[in-house]
């Protein structure tokens, strides 16, 4: 099983529990922001080792909850 179908698994679930909570799920502004700059200091150069695992935290979480999303809109659509 790769990351990306486990990823799948966990949205799956997620979304069945609450549809209509995981559609309008959003990051904070802070969140987002540090996100923004993590990303404008790996395009840089300039990211530390802590930074770039941090970021790809970030970008793991904005995964799962993009695919949250995607099933959760398909279940309230059916």
């Known amino acids: 099983m ?3 179908e486990a990823f799948g698994n966990v949205a799956d679930i997620l979304a069945e529990m609450a549809p209509s909570k995981i559609v309008e799920m959003q990051s904070s502004k802070a969140m987002s922001k540090r996100v923004e700059d993590l990303a404008s200091k790996k395009r ?3 990211i530390t ?5 941090e970021l790809e935290r970030y970008l793991a979480l904005d995964l ?4 949250a999303k995607a099933r959760a809109k398909r ?3 059916a």
């Open 2 to 4: 790769s990351v990306v």
């Open 75 to 77: 279940i309230l659509a």
């Open 49 to 53: 080792n802590e930074e770039a695992i």
């Open 44 to 46: 840089a150069g300039t």
């Open 64 to 67: 799962l909850i993009t695919l």
